[in-house]
């Protein structure tokens, strides 16, 4: 009897996989594509045990060793800065050198280059973004990096979006990855096609970022009872663009597979935040492509990288916390990102 069940459950099974498929061959994607899919954010739901997504993190992690030059652990650039916002590319620019980079470029306005340059002596400050000449003034040093982070501190000015919109258009054409945040955001909302399909982008948005990207892409409300399919069916929309959303839980996503980061911060939500976030992702998805997906064990390199900043801001943040209560700002966390990553990547 109970063999004559099975046999009957197994048919009645194999019947309706092949009703999916031939309703999907017509009407949708193919199956296999749907059980992927639904794989991945059901595996975005239950990470509990991150560990071995950030042994993923730490295979990317190039070994230190006095045998490399200068330059060969990252040359990062950050554009933006104007005489209202100096401190979000100083934070950006800052955490790439904190994660591990080399050298770390800003290229700011004029107005607002000597104050960066007061801020650190160990940052190149370039006061040409305000130039006529602005878009080949940045595009002469776009072959010497190896990511471009665009956005911290930028501002609406029509001008300077103007300009930015050409440096993306030119890092896209030599190939050279771009995080994009804050006012670079903007820019994407009100001309998504500046990365539709570059999948060496990454955004990252916050909620009122996700939210407007979201209206501006696929021309409809966010659906907040599923973040995960949300980000989703943004990344997918964009042509696999890489989006991380950033909130309680951060949530990243290829258009094919989704991770969520839910690594312990703290509630402190001082700004500068996700400039750190944006600085040492650009250093991440640099030794992330380096190494390469048999280093991701399938996973995007790109999205491993995501999720190792996600982690690693997430730490500075508690660490920070910690020692200063309510009055942390991205300053002290800034002070965690040596400590954040030998606790996260390197114990």
Request: aromatic letters at 8%.
């Given at each position: 009897m109970a063999t004559r069940a099975a046999a009957g459950a197994a048919v009645t099974g194999a019947a309706v996989v092949a009703l999916l498929?031939?309703?999907?061959?017509?009407?949708?994607?193919?199956?296999?594509?749907?059980?992927?899919?639904?794989?991945?954010?059901?595996k975005a739901h239950s990470i509990?045990?991150?560990?071995?997504?950030?042994?993923?993190?730490?295979?990317?992690?190039?070994?230190?060793?006095?045998?490399?030059?200068?330059?060969?652990?990252?040359?990062?650039?950050?554009?933006?800065?104007?005489?209202?916002?100096t401190g979000a590319p100083y934070f950006a620019a800052i955490s790439a050198l904190k994660v591990g980079?080399?050298?770390?470029?800003?290229?700011?306005?004029?107005?607002?280059?000597?104050?960066?340059?007061?801020?650190?002596?160990?940052?190149?400050?370039?006061?040409?973004?305000?130039?006529?000449?602005?878009?080949?003034?940045v595009g002469k040093w776009l072959p010497r990096l190896h990511a471009l982070v665009v956005g911290p501190g930028l501002g609406r000015d029509h001008v300077l979006l103007s300009t930015v919109k050409g440096i993306l258009e030119v890092s896209r054409a030599r190939d050279v990855p771009v995080i994009i945040d804050a006012d670079g955001l903007w820019l994407i909302a009100q001309q998504p096609a500046l990365i539709q399909g570059y999948q060496k982008a990454v955004?990252?948005?916050?909620?009122?970022?996700?939210?407007?990207?979201s209206?501006?892409?696929?021309?409809?409300?966010?659906?907040?009872?599923?973040?995960?399919?949300?980000v989703l069916r943004l990344s997918q929309a964009l042509?696999?663009?890489?989006?991380v959303r950033k909130g309680e839980r951060d949530v990243i996503s290829d258009g094919k597979q989704v991770l969520e980061c839910s690594q312990e911060g703290s509630s402190r939500r001082c700004g500068g935040q996700g400039d750190l976030l944006s600085g040492s992702l650009g250093v991440l998805v640099h030794w992330a492509?380096?190494?390469?997906?048999?280093?991701?064990?399938?996973?995007?390199?790109?999205?491993?990288?995501?999720?190792?900043?996600?982690?690693?801001?997430?730490?500075?943040?508690?660490?920070?916390?910690?020692?200063?209560?309510?009055?942390?700002?991205?300053?002290?966390?800034?002070?965690?990102?040596?400590?954040?990553?030998?606790?996260?990547?390197?114990?």
């Open positions: 498929s031939a309703g999907f061959a017509l009407y949708g994607p193919p199956l296999d594509a749907v059980l992927e899919r639904a794989f991945w954010l059901n509990k045990d991150m560990e071995t997504t950030f042994q993923l993190v730490r295979n990317i992690i190039p070994p230190l060793t006095t045998k490399k030059h200068k330059g060969q652990d990252g040359r990062i650039g950050v554009v933006g800065g104007c005489q209202e916002y980079a080399d050298l770390s470029h800003v290229f700011c306005t004029r107005e607002a280059a000597p104050v960066i340059k007061s801020y650190s002596p160990e940052l190149i400050v370039h006061p040409v973004l305000d130039s006529p000449n602005a878009v080949q003034d955004l990252t948005p916050n909620h009122m970022e996700f939210s407007r990207l209206e501006a892409v696929l021309g409809d409300p966010v659906d907040s009872s599923d973040p995960q399919e949300a042509g696999n663009v890489t989006v492509l380096l190494a390469g997906p048999e280093k991701t064990n399938g996973f995007s390199p790109l999205l491993v990288a995501a999720f190792g900043a996600c982690s690693l801001t997430r730490q500075c943040s508690r660490q920070a916390f910690q020692k200063h209560g309510r009055s942390t700002t991205t300053t002290d966390m800034i002070a965690e990102v040596g400590p954040a990553f030998t606790s996260l990547f390197e114990t």
